[in-house]
């Protein structure tokens, strides 16, 4: 090993089942000397971290190690093929870990925590923003996914570092590879330049990936295979690139029931479903549709440079009858399309409309003793594509409208007889 300066990035070093050194990168091209770094040849690993005999490569236990008087964090990440060192400098972990205090102790205030649902979510996700694994956030649309997963970055060590997020849902495989993955000059036509990805314009932060659901086969297995050890290669590049991004996905479906419907990879659901949060509906978490008010409220008045106004006391009442099938977003419209039009110094149930229930949906009412689970819904989203294909008269815009894949509207359009010929 070298001995020299402090050492304050991540070193990597990546070896196969035979303990042939496979890569590594320029820290620990710092940290070792080069005849203990020869690709293809044995890595000496228990003396270039100075492990006894009693050190287990299959054992996935961290380890805290010296090196030049420096102390690391050993991790091993263990794959199929190849087993992954990480030798993370203590010092900078203590530093990332010391600025949670300043940066990101307020991340979750943002949201209304009067429910006992919202409570005990909150106290998870600030467990769960501390690690390294995955994280796997569910609910419906509207609940505040995006946001939840910001705030999970925010509080994290990496909360001074990078977050990007991309939706995947109706995004071509070569739009995700590229996006996500980067690309090399000449790679597609009119790429005369190499572009970084998202994992690498993140390296050291999060990454979000919305509607993880929507991804196909072939960039979940991908993106497995990036999340087991950290390596991956620019669209048209030979040459391995390694980063340290946490990936945060979201999705508004149930992964498991994909997964038996064999639509989603189960290794993958199973490597992200290690730590996973679940955001209740708002119909689930009522009491906190006062705090969500007044929020609103504050958050109106500040961008608009305006005294809030004041609440009446009927308006909390009135809010907490409606279901709210669009969630906290749906919320928030309300309040700011009554508040836009608001002409005295106080909100009341006058100034708020609440969209009204359709005569469609009271026959979907009406009729629901008489219909199975599967009749019902495929009646309700048989009737909601009628209602939006005036609007939006091809599956292309029907598909990016509901944020959904071509395909699957295409399909759905035909099978239910929608469409121009209708």
């Known amino acids: 090993m070298k001995s020299g300066s402090i050492i304050m990035q991540a070193a990597i070093i990546k070896i196969d089942n035979n303990t042939h050194l496979v890569a590594y990168n320029d820290a620990a091209k710092a940290l070792f000397s080069s005849n203990l770094l020869s690709l293809d040849q044995p890595f000496d690993y228990r003396n270039a971290f100075s492990l006894d005999a009693t050190f287990d490569l299959s054992d996935h236990d961290d380890t805290i190690i010296v090196l030049n008087s420096q102390y690391f964090l050993l991790?091993?990440?263990?794959?199929?093929?190849?087993i992954t060192f990480v030798l993370q400098p203590v010092e900078y972990l203590k530093k990332r870990l010391s600025k949670i205090n300043v940066v990101g102790r307020h991340a979750f205030d943002i949201f209304a925590v009067k429910s006992q649902s919202m409570q005990k979510l909150i106290a998870q996700a600030k467990a769960f923003s501390m690690q390294r694994e995955p994280l796997l956030i569910t609910g419906e649309t509207g609940t505040g996914k995006d946001l939840l997963a910001s705030a999970c970055h925010q509080y994290s060590?990496?909360?001074?570092?990078?977050?990007l997020g991309l939706n995947c849902a109706a995004m071509p495989?070569?739009?995700?590879?590229?996006?996500?993955?980067?690309?090399?000059?000449?790679?597609?036509?009119g790429?005369?330049?190499?572009?970084?990805?998202?994992?690498?314009?993140?390296n050291g932060g999060s990454v979000l990936l919305d509607g993880i659901d929507e991804m196909s086969f072939q960039m979940q297995t991908k993106l497995l295979r990036f999340i087991n050890d950290g390596f991956f290669r620019r669209v048209g590049d030979d040459n391995e690139v390694y980063v340290d991004v946490r990936i945060i996905c979201a999705?508004?479906?149930?992964?498991?029931?994909?997964?038996?419907?064999g639509k989603f990879r189960k290794d993958l659901y199973y490597r992200l479903n290690v730590l996973s949060l679940n955001l209740p509906s708002l119909q689930e978490r009522k009491?906190?549709?006062?705090?969500?008010t007044q929020i609103f409220i504050d958050e109106f008045a500040n961008k608009q440079g305006i005294t809030p106004p004041t609440v009446n006391q009927d308006v909390i009442p009135y809010l907490a009858q409606y279901s709210w099938p669009g969630n906290v977003r749906q919320l928030k419209n309300v309040l700011y399309s009554a508040l836009a039009q608001l002409t005295s110094s106080q909100l009341t149930v006058k100034d708020i409309v609440l969209p009204a229930i359709t005569s469609t949906q009271i026959s979907l009412i009406r009729d629901i003793d008489n219909k199975t689970l599967d009749e019902m819904t495929k009646n309700y989203e048989k009737e909601v594509l009628k209602s939006l294909y005036v609007k939006y008269p091809s599956s292309r815009k029907l598909a990016k409208r509901l944020g959904v894949s071509h395909t699957a509207i295409a399909n759905k359009l035909r099978d239910y007889g929608v469409g121009k010929a209708n």
């Open 75 to 82: 991790q091993k990440i263990n794959e199929s093929s190849f």
């Open 157 to 163: 060590p990496r909360g001074d570092q990078t977050f």
């Open 173 to 189: 495989d070569d739009v995700v590879e590229s996006e996500l993955y980067g690309h090399a000059a000449g790679a597609y036509p």
């Open 191 to 202: 790429a005369l330049e190499s572009k970084k990805g998202f994992f690498e314009q993140a």
């Open 251 to 261: 999705t508004k479906v149930d992964l498991a029931e994909l997964v038996e419907q």
């Open 287 to 292: 009491e906190d549709i006062a705090p969500l």
